[in-house]
């Protein structure tokens, strides 16, 4: 008999108004097309009602009692092209490419929607073995709700190469963020250990036990709401630069899993945190040159941040 876990949880008032799939997502850490799947099975019950459909949308203080079955898929690289998703450098070695929001690195338990991965095997790209079967060829990843430039290891050897190179941190990794007011001092260095989140096992926190992470920062704009960033980041833990600027009282803006305020996240029309890997550069394993790639600012983000520089 397949396991059911099931949760129930009141609405907060930060998600006043939104979607049911949204909500679920935020609330429960499942993937939107998860919880438009259990809507779908009548799994999912609002303060006593069966939800009719995706769209449907919550209150604060509304009771949600949702039904997730365990999930005992393998976890299968289903070969698929994915619209967005943009070849930046392709070669023997490594293919660098533009990962819009949406789209996993890898399929996952929980996660049904598209991949990088599985884009790649539609695509016709031979990336290496090295890795677990579902990661075969990941050096990073980026969060489902993060775009920006990446690099998979085609070969054997570029794989081990890059690993090492992520490992040592001798990869610049740059990010821009664009979070709520103004950071102060205005640059400077987060030196904060991570770990998952003791109430919220989809969520990550500062905690005394966690692992060392350090982001680096510098404020390019400030602006009457929100500020934007430039981040380097020394170490690579899951949700890294969302956690360390929520703890500074400065969450990217439209992230509400880690407090940003829902009425900014609505008024620039953001349905995910204002976070882009803008650059990524690193000696390349095959020529040992040092290379550079950049991605630019994806349409929603670009005009959340007009958006932004146009309030005063």
């Given at each position: 008999m397949?396991?059911?876990?099931?949760?129930?949880?009141?609405?907060?008032?930060?998600?006043?108004g939104?979607?049911?799939?949204?909500?679920?997502a935020q609330?429960?850490?499942v993937?939107?097309?998860?919880?438009?799947?259990?809507?779908?099975?009548?799994r999912?019950?609002?303060e006593?009602?069966?939800?009719s459909?995706?769209?449907?949308?919550?209150?604060?203080?509304a009771?949600?009692?949702?039904?997730?079955?365990?999930e005992s898929d393998p976890?299968e690289?289903?070969?698929e092209?994915?619209?967005?998703?943009?070849?930046?450098?392709?070669?023997?070695?490594?293919?660098v490419?533009?990962?819009?929001?949406?789209?996993a690195?890898?399929?996952s338990?929980?996660?049904?929607?598209?991949?990088?991965?599985?884009?790649?095997?539609?695509?016709?790209?031979?990336i290496?073995?090295?890795?677990?079967?579902e990661?075969?060829?990941?050096?990073?990843?980026?969060?489902?709700?993060?775009?920006?430039?990446?690099v998979?290891a085609?070969?054997?050897?570029?794989?081990?190469?890059?690993k090492?190179?992520?490992?040592?941190?001798?990869?610049?990794?740059?990010?821009?963020?664009?979070?709520?007011?103004?950071?102060?001092?205005?640059e400077?260095?987060i030196?904060?250990?991570?770990?998952?989140?003791?109430k919220?096992?989809?969520?990550?926190a500062?905690?005394?036990?966690?692992?060392?992470?350090?982001?680096?920062?510098e404020?390019?704009?400030?602006h009457r709401?929100?500020?934007?960033?430039?981040?380097h980041?020394?170490t690579g833990?899951t949700h890294?630069?969302?956690?360390?600027?929520s703890?500074m009282?400065?969450?990217?803006?439209?992230?509400?899993?880690?407090?940003?305020?829902?009425?900014l996240a609505?008024?620039?029309?953001?349905?995910?945190?204002?976070?882009?890997?803008?650059r990524?550069?690193?000696?390349?394993p095959?020529?040992?040159?040092?290379?550079?790639?950049s991605s630019?600012?994806?349409?929603?983000?670009?005009?959340?941040l007009?958006?932004?520089?146009?309030?005063?």
């Open positions: 397949t396991q059911v876990d099931h949760r129930s949880l009141a609405v907060p008032e930060s998600l006043e939104e979607r049911i799939d949204v909500a679920m609330l429960f850490g993937s939107r097309t998860r919880a438009a799947e259990l809507v779908a099975q009548g999912v019950v609002l006593g009602a069966a939800v459909g995706k769209s449907e949308r919550v209150w604060a203080g009771q949600l009692d949702v039904e997730i079955p365990a976890l690289i289903v070969p092209i994915v619209e967005g998703i943009g070849i930046i450098h392709d070669d023997d070695a490594i293919v490419i533009d990962k819009p929001v949406g789209v690195v890898h399929p338990p929980g996660w049904r929607g598209p991949t990088v991965v599985g884009h790649l095997a539609g695509a016709g790209f031979r290496s073995t090295s890795g677990a079967k990661r075969e060829g990941i050096v990073q990843r980026l969060d489902v709700g993060t775009s920006g430039v990446m998979i085609k070969s054997e050897h570029a794989y081990s190469v890059l090492n190179a992520f490992r040592q941190r001798t990869v610049d990794k740059t990010y821009h963020a664009l979070v709520q007011g103004h950071p102060d001092p205005l400077g260095t030196d904060a250990p991570i770990g998952r989140h003791p919220h096992d989809y969520k990550f500062v905690m005394d036990d966690g692992r060392a992470s350090v982001t680096h920062y404020t390019l704009e400030a709401f929100a500020s934007l960033l430039e981040v980041l020394e833990r890294q630069i969302r956690v360390h600027m703890a009282k400065h969450p990217c803006v439209g992230d509400l899993t880690y407090g940003a305020d829902p009425a609505r008024r620039v029309r953001l349905e995910r945190q204002w976070l882009h890997a803008v990524l550069g690193f000696e390349h095959g020529t040992g040159e040092y290379v550079t790639f630019s600012y994806p349409d929603d983000l670009a005009a959340a007009e958006t932004i520089r146009a309030s005063h």
